[in-house]
């Protein structure tokens, strides 16, 4: 400890002479910031529906159009096969168009056969019309009448009966002698029969008030359709009987139904696609940040699955002081340490 102490309170420093130089001294800022990717974004679903898989979960690495969840596609693939049915339909026509285009231009017995009965067809149709318009116009019978004045009565009784029992249920509760629950059903029994007490007046209101005039309007339109449907179907006769052959309509018929399969193709097409889209893929490799979107969620269009953070174009980020910012050059040399990665 003598000896430390001489050394130590020792005032001579022992120094080294050199001639005058100039040198570079180098001054660094420390920095705290962290590293992040051009490529951060929430992945979504393109269509709505409800999630009956998912495939990964927070931290997982995923490739490139990786399937990474997958939603309910039940209600698609009905629409799926009525589209193809619509298309199989379609291409029929086209082809039965095609083989009569083909075919002798000149319309055979049966197509006036054909014709006759559109034009019966068509005239049941007009009966029908008129015979609901002619009702409509009429009004209801009393009969009706009678039987909405009896449901009326009938559903105000029930009423008056559950409001009684309500009452009654009511008082003896607060007396103890019956539970709660007794209460709460007898409250929804009685407006249960409100309801249906007020769905009965507005029904007895409907037929005292007679038809709508919008009602009576339709009917009127009905027997109109009729008409035009008896002319058009005699129209067809006429040209059947006359033996009219075919002409530039024929290509008209083709162009329609051509058009008619392309748009069956188009709507299968979509339908497909969409059925593509239940299954929502990874658009680039990377890994998933956070807790994704749970089986049994519904998403919509846009709604967010995941955050999915890619590997690609990964670069430093940190705030320089105010005080050091013009120390700060393009081109200085960087030094990065990472934490989570020693060396």
Same mark, same amino acid.
């Given at each position: 400890? @003598?000896?430390?102490?001489?050394?130590?309170?020792?005032?001579?420093?022992?120094?080294?002479?050199?001639?005058?130089?100039?040198?570079?001294?180098?001054?660094?800022?420390?920095?705290?910031?962290?590293?992040?990717?051009?490529?951060?974004?929430?992945?979504?679903?393109?269509?709505?529906?409800?999630?009956?898989?998912?495939?990964?979960?927070?931290?997982?690495?995923?490739?490139?159009?990786?399937?990474?969840?997958?939603?309910?596609?039940?209600?698609?693939?009905?629409?799926?096969?009525?589209?193809?049915?619509?298309?199989?339909?379609?291409?029929?026509?086209?082809?039965?168009?095609?083989?009569?285009?083909?075919?002798?231009?000149?319309?055979?017995?049966?197509?006036?056969?054909?014709?006759?009965?559109?034009?019966?067809?068509?005239?049941?149709?007009?009966?029908?019309?008129?015979?609901?318009?002619?009702?409509?116009?009429?009004?209801?019978?009393?009969?009706?009448?009678?039987?909405?004045?009896?449901?009326?009565?009938?559903?105000?009784?029930?009423?008056?009966?559950?409001? @009684?029992?309500?009452?009654?249920?009511?008082?003896?509760?607060?007396?103890?002698?019956?539970?709660?629950?007794?209460?709460?059903?007898?409250?929804?029994?009685?407006?249960?029969?409100?309801?249906?007490?007020?769905?009965?007046?507005?029904?007895?209101?409907?037929?005292?008030?007679?038809?709508?005039?919008?009602?009576?309007?339709?009917?009127?339109?009905?027997?109109?359709?009729?008409?035009?449907?008896?002319?058009?179907?005699?129209?067809?006769?006429?040209?059947?009987?006359?033996?009219?052959?075919?002409?530039?309509?024929?290509?008209?018929?083709?162009?329609?139904?051509?058009?008619?399969?392309?748009?069956?193709?188009?709507?299968?097409?979509?339908?497909?696609?969409?059925?593509?889209?239940?299954?929502?893929?990874?658009?680039?490799?990377?890994?998933?940040?956070?807790?994704?979107?749970?089986?049994?969620?519904?998403?919509?269009?846009?709604?967010?699955?995941?955050?999915?953070?890619?590997?690609?174009?990964?670069?430093?980020?940190?705030?320089?002081?105010?005080?050091?910012?013009?120390?700060?050059?393009?081109?200085?040399?960087?030094?990065?340490?990472?934490?989570?990665?020693?060396?």
């Amino acid at each position: 400890a @003598k000896e430390t102490e001489e050394i130590v309170s020792d005032p001579a420093v022992p120094v080294q002479a050199q001639p005058v130089s100039v040198r570079t001294i180098r001054e660094t800022i420390d920095l705290t910031g962290s590293v992040t990717t051009g490529e951060d974004v929430q992945v979504g679903a393109k269509i709505s529906g409800k999630l009956v898989a998912v495939y990964v979960k927070d931290g997982d690495s995923v490739s490139a159009g990786q399937a990474l969840a997958v939603q309910d596609t039940s209600t698609l693939q009905p629409q799926l096969r009525q589209a193809l049915a619509q298309v199989a339909s379609a291409e029929a026509s086209l082809s039965q168009v095609l083989k009569s285009s083909r075919e002798a231009p000149v319309l055979s017995s049966a197509g006036v056969a054909q014709a006759e009965a559109q034009v019966k067809a068509a005239e049941a149709g007009l009966r029908s019309a008129q015979a609901a318009y002619a009702k409509a116009k009429a009004g209801a019978r009393i009969e009706e009448r009678k039987q909405a004045e009896a449901a009326t009565e009938s559903a105000k009784t029930n009423m008056e009966t559950a409001q @009684k029992d309500l009452e009654r249920t009511r008082s003896l509760v607060a007396q103890g002698a019956l539970a709660q629950a007794r209460l709460d059903s007898a409250l929804n029994a009685y407006q249960a029969a409100v309801s249906q007490y007020q769905q009965a007046v507005q029904a007895l209101e409907i037929i005292r008030n007679g038809v709508r005039v919008e009602d009576l309007r339709v009917a009127e339109e009905g027997v109109q359709q009729a008409e035009a449907s008896v002319r058009q179907a005699r129209e067809a006769l006429r040209n059947a009987q006359a033996n009219k052959r075919l002409d530039s309509t024929t290509l008209d018929q083709i162009s329609a139904a051509r058009a008619q399969v392309s748009a069956a193709q188009a709507q299968a097409d979509l339908i497909r696609q969409n059925i593509a889209d239940a299954t929502i893929r990874a658009p680039f490799a990377g890994k998933v940040s956070g807790r994704p979107a749970q089986i049994g969620s519904v998403l919509g269009p846009g709604s967010p699955l995941l955050r999915l953070i890619g590997g690609e174009g990964a670069y430093f980020e940190a705030e320089v002081p105010e005080t050091a910012i013009a120390k700060v050059q393009p081109g200085a040399s960087v030094t990065i340490r990472l934490n989570a990665l020693p060396g």
